[in-house]
Nanobody
Framework: QVQLVESGGGLAQAGGSLRLSCAASGRTFSIYSMGWYRRSPGKEREFVASILWSAVGTYYADSVKGRFTISRDNAKNTVYLQMNSLKPEDTGIYYC??????????WGQGTQVTVSS
């Protein structure tokens, strides 16, 4: 199994920045990719960004391209989401997800991000 713990959420003003972290533990050697998803008020959970764990590759939702950056530190088994130029519509619960090479996946408990206008 893989355990995921998110941190770094909070309150920011529009135009501001926040950095989310997701620390993985357990069978981290089996991770294929890690990503961030969010559930905004009144909406379904949606993809935000993902990164390959052992290769070069990052992917972003159109809504966050140019504003958010996903990165990883394999030595710390941690993935980050740097969020700049925040907008009120970025408000939501942000979840970390690990996808295993076997196809299984694990989710973190989520961290709240609130952007005020």
């Amino acid at each position: 199994q893989v355990q995921l713990v998110e941190s770094g959420g909070g309150l920011a003003q529009a135009g501001g920045s926040l950095r989310l972290s997701c620390a993985a533990s357990g069978r981290t050697f089996s991770i294929y990719s890690m990503g961030w998803y969010r559930r905004s008020p009144g909406k379904e959970r949606e993809f935000v960004a993902s990164i390959l764990w052992s290769a070069v590759g990052t992917y972003y939702a159109d809504s966050v391209k140019g504003r958010f950056t996903i990165s990883r530190d394999n030595a710390k088994n941690t993935v980050y989401l740097q969020m700049n130029s925040l907008k009120p519509e970025d408000t939501g619960i942000y979840y970390c997800k690990a996808v295993l090479g076997s196809g299984g996946d694990y989710w973190g408990q989520g961290t709240q991000v609130t952007v005020s206008s």
